[in-house]
């Protein structure tokens, strides 16, 4: 099969090489100059030197004789201004090809970008590098970071946060730790010794999961044992969780969060970093953090800010689920982040005790179903007890229609239809604003589906027959076919015949479950 790589070819003969993708002809830059090889400059010369080495220096030789050196100033600035703007297209030409649809493959991207080596800058390179992260291209990360050392391109603040963030994903703690510690080529940290915000930020991303090839640094097909290398690998470079938050911590690094405004995303990470997956003492430590956000915020808040704003306090109230994954970082689940009553009490009195903090921001419907999955795999009259008690406090401090929506009303109908409470919640409260017709009969039919006395607080078990449902309704007929008046003939409320074969056919099963205790079936 053609491979099909940019065509590598003088900037010269092709002026609009700037403005058009050779992948997708149909994605082009508007204004873009007419550059010829006279005025790009090669980012390993000088700014007043160009790319043509021999022709290029005898003209300047034969420019430097003619003319003075007011002149050659301008025209160096002027050089320098058409490259950079020329750099500048070529960055935005990158990023729409990889914020297009359907996004490009990773290979053509590279090829792209490896096509018009005088259009590269370190901005492009950090697009490339964030974009291979994004695929968990680990190896082709580390490739093109050496590349643009090698090629002569001085790293920037977020070349150094991408570094930062490859070394934690990859599972490799240790070194990231003392990156951010030391800096990247000749930016550092300040001299005050504390890791700059947005650096020390890029510490809390959660490790990959070891699976296929996305750890094998050969980048070759993985086997077992390369496989095993990696997680072996990781063992090593990793920090315990204990070390790991006591050195994130300490005072001498830790910057002054309070000083500046920060994205809500990136308070989201470290919260929600220190809430699920530490012990307490790093929940008390997510909870200062998210007090201190809040404090900073303006008294009027915009929409953005609202949304924000809750979506950092969403963070404190995530569970550890107790589920075993691929994944090798999972530290053992500690019972702060295990779902229980215990839990749910807690993450209530500090969702209250948050939104007392700032008065613009109220909960939204994630909100609500992070509380409901507190109550998971607790007894079901306690957990019934405290969703009712939740959703009709939201319900009244917040509006029905504002934290209520038709998510929140499905949990609850499958926590009833699971554990046969259908006296806790109403219909009107679940079939309201249900849009989904399929949703809404099933609803209906297991809702007006009768239940013997007998088995009205017992959860079924899974994967029981149609034989026990058939027989409670035949059953339950049958009783009310009993307490009829004298003299009744079978008619609506009665058993047909097939009903009655139906009835004899089953009685033997219906046995078995304890659900006969009615009289016997007239003849």
């Not at 090798?328 to 019972?335: E, I, L, M, N, Q």
């Not at 969702?351 to 909100?367: A, F, M």
């Not at 929506?405 to 249900?434: G, N, P």
Request: aromatic share 8%; glycine share 4%.
């Amino acid at each position: 099969m053609r491979r099909e790589v940019a065509e590598r070819r003088p900037i010269a003969s092709s002026p609009d090489a700037v403005s058009r993708c050779p992948d997708h002809p149909s994605i082009t830059l508007q204004n873009a100059p007419r550059l010829s090889s006279e005025r790009v400059p090669s980012p390993n010369m000088d700014v007043g030197e160009t790319s043509d080495n021999t022709a290029d220096r005898s003209s300047a030789s034969e420019t430097a004789a003619t003319t003075g050196p007011d002149e050659r100033t301008i025209i160096e600035e002027d050089d320098w201004k058409t490259s950079h703007v020329a750099k500048r297209q070529f960055y935005v030409l990158l990023l729409r090809y990889i914020m297009g649809q359907p996004p490009p493959i990773l290979r053509r991207l590279l090829d792209l970008h490896h096509a018009y080596p005088h259009l590269q800058s370190t901005e492009s390179y950090n697009l490339i590098i964030n974009f291979s992260m994004r695929r968990t291209a680990w190896a082709i990360s580390k490739r093109v970071y050496n590349a643009m050392l090698q090629v002569g391109f001085r790293p920037n603040m977020y070349t150094w946060r991408l570094r930062v963030r490859m070394l934690t994903l990859i599972g490799d703690t240790q070194s990231a730790f003392e990156c951010a510690l030391a800096g990247i080529g000749d930016i550092g940290p300040p001299p005050s010794g504390k890791i700059p915000p947005l650096v020390w930020f890029e510490l809390f991303w959660h490790p990959a999961p070891i699976r296929d090839n996305a750890l094998v640094v050969e980048g070759d097909k993985a086997t077992l044992e390369k496989r095993a290398w990696a997680i072996a690998a990781r063992h090593e470079t990793q920090m315990p969780v204990s070390e790991r938050f006591s050195r994130y911590f300490d005072p001498a690094i830790m910057p002054d969060l309070s000083q500046g405004s920060f994205r809500p995303h990136l308070i989201a990470r470290c919260v929600r970093f220190l809430a699920a997956h530490t012990e307490p003492l790093q929940s008390e430590l997510a909870e200062r953090l998210t007090r201190s956000y809040l404090k900073s915020l303006p008294p009027k808040l915009t929409r953005a800010q609202r949304l924000g704003a809750i979506f950092v306090i969403n963070q404190n109230f995530h569970v550890h689920l107790g589920r075993h994954s691929r994944s090798t970082y999972h530290p053992r689940p500690v019972a702060n982040a295990l779902p229980g009553v215990r839990t749910h009490i807690r993450h209530r009195a500090l969702c209250e005790d948050l939104l007392r903090i700032h008065r613009g921001v109220s909960p939204n419907t994630e909100t609500v179903r992070l509380l409901l999955g507190s109550l998971r795999g607790i007894n079901i009259e306690r957990a019934v007890k405290y969703a009712k008690r939740l959703v009709k406090d939201f319900e009244y401090k917040w509006g029905k229609h504002d934290v209520i929506d038709l998510s929140v009303r499905r949990i609850l109908a499958k926590m009833a239809h699971r554990f046969r409470h259908q006296r806790v919640f109403t219909r009107k409260t679940i079939l309201q604003t249900d849009k989904s017709m399929a949703v809404s009969r099933m609803i209906v039919k297991q809702w007006e589906r009768p239940v013997p006395s007998s088995t009205a607080g017992k959860s079924r078990t899974r994967g029981a027959s149609e034989t026990e449902d058939l027989a409670t309704r035949l059953l339950l007929r049958h009783r009310a076919l009993v307490a009829a008046p004298s003299g009744t003939e079978f008619g609506p409320r009665g058993l047909g015949s097939s009903e009655r074969s139906k009835y004899f056919r089953f009685r033997g099963k219906a046995e078995v479950h304890g659900l006969v205790h009615s009289p016997e079936m007239p003849k």
